[in-house]
T-cell receptor, first 116, second 116 residues
Framework: DADVTQTPRNRITKTGKRIMLECSQTKGHDRMYWYRQDPGLGLRLIYYSFDVKDINKGEISDGYSVSRQAQAKFSLSLESAIPNQTALYFC???????????????FGEGSRLTVL | AQKVTQAQTEISVVEKEDVTLDCVYETRDTTYYLFWYKQPPSGELVFLIRRNSFDEQNEISGRYSWNFQKSTSSFNFTITASQVVDSAVYFCALSVDSGSARQLTFGSGTQLTVLP
């Protein structure tokens, strides 16, 4: 089983619908991240959380919200999806500041979201 | 602010050719970390290497080598004797040792296609 699991892996939805992407990890890491990948733009950080009580906005947080339900779970929500949120979304984890410093983020397999 | 530029959007080579992927970065911080990630067609992101700003030694790992040059703000990645399995999108990334910027900044990626 993957250490970082994302569900759903693929989702097609309509404009205005609420969508939740879920991420769970078995690595025991305290830090979790949500990234968005668009063609030609690389990965951009949406939100990150350094522990259950710590939530931080990333580069492109508008239109998104997150919930850190437990150390192992970090969910990304689109309250009212719009077509330009069509993208590949990645959850990642790291083991403390040292993990970010070393670049050893561990990524999930991605969730492809299409908003019609 | 940090920036990573991967000017090569797509590269195509024939198997056994050598190929170099370019990465140019911008940061005002004196302590920073550079990385390469690989994203094969299956979609997951795989960590390849980390380099900190105080270590300009080049590194070789099998067919992979990395050339870090602070004078030109570059961290280039060379694959020697490329193979079809090297086909992937490769991302260069940067993080800085700053409390307000505890995140990775990714380049836009280079799509490498190795033809048989």
């Amino acid at each position: 089983d993957a250490d970082v699991t994302q569900t759903p892996r693929n989702r097609i939805t309509k404009t205005g619908k609420r969508i939740m992407l879920e991420c769970s990890q078995t690595k025991g890491h305290d830090r979790m991240y949500w990234y968005r990948q668009d063609p030609g733009l690389g990965l951009r950080l949406i939100y990150y959380s350094f522990d259950v009580k710590d939530i931080n906005k990333g580069e492109i947080s508008d239109g998104y919200s997150v919930s850190r339900q437990a150390q192992a779970k970090f969910s990304l929500s689109l309250e009212s999806a719009i077509p330009n949120q069509t993208a590949l979304y990645f959850c990642a984890t790291s083991n403390g500041w040292g993990g970010v410093r070393t670049g050893e983020l561990f990524f999930g397999e991605g969730s492809r979201l299409t908003v019609l | 602010a940090q920036k990573v530029t991967q000017a090569q959007t797509e590269i195509s080579v024939v198997e056994k050719e050598d190929v170099t992927l370019d990465c140019v970065y911008e940061t005002r911080d004196t302590t920073y970390y550079l990385f390469w990630y690989k994203q094969p067609p299956s979609g997951e992101l795989v960590f390849l290497i980390r380099r900190n700003s105080f270590d300009e030694q080049n590194e070789i790992s099998g067919r992979y080598s990395w050339n870090f040059q602070k004078s030109t703000s570059s961290f280039n990645f060379t694959i020697t004797a490329s193979q079809v399995v090297d086909s992937a999108v490769y991302f260069c990334a940067l993080s800085v040792d700053s409390g307000s910027a505890r995140q990775l900044t990714f380049g836009s990626g280079t799509q490498l296609t190795v033809l048989p």
